[in-house]
């Protein structure tokens, strides 16, 4: 089955760095496209930043420049590198993707790494 499995959040001070990991399984990896989605307390989940099955990466405005996506198809690893953090970044963050199988789509999402900035 589907599993994506998240690890390397924390408690940094604001400024700091972490990098986020996902571990997948239960599909070919390399042929799907990833994303990092967060959710803050009383917020909307939002796209982070995404990865497509080439490389080609994509990210909201809020962290261009300071996040990083990237992706290993040999170890099935997609990861977030998370730059001069702010107070705002502070979420749980999730590791997703879309699989289409018998014609339908369905999202898979990870259980959650929880990013805590302190200012």
């Known amino acids: 089955q589907v599993q994506l499995v998240e690890s390397g959040g924390g408690l940094v001070q604001a400024g700091g760095s972490l990098r986020l990991s996902c571990a997948a399984s239960?599909?070919?990896?390399?042929?799907?496209?990833m994303g990092w989605y967060r959710q803050a307390p009383g917020k909307q989940r939002e796209l982070v930043a995404a990865i497509s099955s080439g490389g080609s990466t994509n990210y909201a405005d809020s962290v261009k420049g300071r996040f990083t996506i990237s992706r290993d198809n040999v170890k099935s690893m997609v990861y977030l590198q998370m730059n001069s953090l702010k107070p705002e970044d502070a979420a749980a963050y999730y590791c997703q993707t879309s699989i289409v199988r018998f014609g339908t789509s369905r999202d898979y999402w990870g259980q959650g790494t929880q990013v805590t900035v302190s200012s």
């Open positions: 239960g599909f070919i990896f390399r042929l799907n496209a």
